[in-house]
């Protein structure tokens, strides 16, 4: 008989005996550690600490066991999470007219490489309906027209935002989504909205940016992973990576290069995710991987 396993993720300020009392409170509590990791951040004076566990006492329930953690984080002014580390958190993807991302995480998801349900495909176009039907995905096409009063905006962004509670979504994905969220969507997914950006942030922002880095005779070229705010392209980055070019190159060869960095990118980034390895410090990241 397998015994339930949790992932507790927290955060504090800095302080003597952290890791000694949780884990000592999952040894009292019948709980085993399976990994651990902890980092102390000099700068914010914050703690962080990710813990994968199982409880093995079936007479302490779960919901006895969240109360009585929250008692001892109360007495450190933990922020913390409890998550049952056999749930597959709920994911919604939205895309425009480039879809190499969005085809990248259906396949990952299909081949068992993702453990999360995707329940559903939101767009502006139309282009991805056949590909979100061959996975079976509901796929919800809410357009938005060039130059969209803000009143038409707000009213497309209310429809998505039916879409995520209807769902219960854990987390949207903006897969090369080419519209910007309002501040208030952006407030309402804090901490559960991850963007692709295609260059490697802060440079090259804006339209284009592999022509504006081949203008700029750029050798690496990159992909940004990051926490949706409603300052643009300026959320917490989770993940970053490039890939090497030279002078011979066009701007259509470093895009196709990029598009391939940008799926990897993603695709960590949503993993770390659903397996509860990113804790946000400001306006940074700690991740756990």
């Known amino acids: 008989m397998s015994h339930p396993e949790y992932i507790l993720t927290l955060s504090c300020l800095d302080q003597r005996g952290i890791v000694h009392r949780v884990s000592g409170f ?5 709980c085993n550690i399976i990994d651990s990791a902890q980092f102390g951040d000099a700068q914010s004076k914050l703690f962080f600490m990710r813990v994968h566990f199982s409880s093995e006492d079936a007479t302490i329930a779960d919901d006895s066991l969240r109360a009585e953690f929250s008692a001892l984080a109360g007495t450190m002014q ?3 999470q409890l998550h049952d580390a056999g749930k597959k958190p709920r994911m919604m993807l939205m895309v425009s007219k480039i879809g190499h991302c969005l085809n990248d995480l259906l396949f990952r998801y299909k081949s068992g490489l993702l453990p999360v349900e995707i329940t559903a495909i939101v767009s502006n176009h139309t282009d991805f309906y ?4 061959s996975y079976n995905i509901p796929f ?3 357009p938005l027209a060039a130059g969209a009063s803000a009143a038409a905006k707000q009213a497309q962004e209310a429809r998505v935002m039916e879409i995520v509670e209807a769902n219960n979504i854990d987390l949207v994905v903006l897969a090369r989504y080419m519209q910007i969220l309002s501040p208030a969507m952006c407030t ?3 901490g559960r909205a991850i963007n692709i950006h295609h260059s490697f942030l802060p440079s090259f922002k804006g339209a284009k940016p592999y022509y504006q880095a081949h203008d700029r005779g750029v050798k690496l070229i990159g992909a940004t992973a990051h926490f949706v705010t409603g300052d ?3 959320g917490p980055i989770i993940e970053q990576d490039v890939a090497r070019v030279d002078h011979a ?3 259509e060869t470093l895009t196709a290069i990029g598009r391939d960095v940008e799926c990897v990118v993603l695709a960590r980034a949503v993993k770390w995710f659903i397996e509860h390895r990113i804790l946000l410090n400001g306006h940074k990241t700690v991740v756990f991987k």
């Open 78 to 80: 933990m922020n913390w």
């Open 26 to 30: 999952l040894a009292d509590h019948g």
């Open 232 to 234: 643009l392209d300026e």
């Open 140 to 142: 919800h096409h809410l």
């Open 130 to 133: 056949q590909l979100a039907a």
């Open 249 to 251: 190159m066009e701007p």
């Open 188 to 190: 309402a997914l804090t």
